[in-house]
């Protein structure tokens, strides 16, 4: 079983910078993905970046792509989410996620099966 544990959310101004991180503990020998999501009140989740460290692969959703940075430290157990700029639409709760299969669509939410609490972030003008 693996356990997701977020951190690093909060209130920043538009056009400021924030980390998340995402602590991966437990069985993380299957976990093909390890992702990040949002969602905003009265919003669908999101999927925002997802990694493979297996694959040497990253995904981005196009809304975030430029200013956003999904990375992965195996020696820490822990997957980063770097994200600048950031605008009124990147409020919500962000939730890690790891997907123990391989999928054609690894920003969908569907394709994930373990998540972790959440995070907030606020944006404020």
């Known amino acids: 079983q693996v356990q997701l544990t977020e951190s690093g959310g909060g209130s920043v101004q538009v056009g400021g910078s924030l980390r998340l991180s995402c602590v991966v503990s437990?069985?993380?020998?299957?976990?093909?993905?390890l992702a990040w999501f949002r969602q905003a009140p009265g919003q669908r989740r999101e999927g925002v970046a997802t990694?493979?460290?297996?694959?040497?692969?990253?995904w981005y959703a196009g809304s975030v792509k430029g200013r956003s940075t999904i990375s992965h430290d195996s020696s820490k157990n822990t997957v980063y989410l770097q994200m600048n700029s950031l605008n009124l639409d990147d409020a919500g709760m962000y939730y890690c996620?790891?997907?123990?299969?391989?999928?054609?669509?690894?920003?969908?939410?569907?394709?994930?099966?373990?998540w972790g609490r959440g995070t907030q972030v606020t944006v404020s003008s």
């Open positions: 990694i493979s460290p297996a694959a040497g692969s990253t």
């Open positions: 996620a790891t997907s123990t299969i391989w999928t054609a669509s690894p920003l969908s939410s569907n394709s994930f099966n373990t």
């Open positions: 437990g069985y993380t020998s299957n976990v093909k993905y």
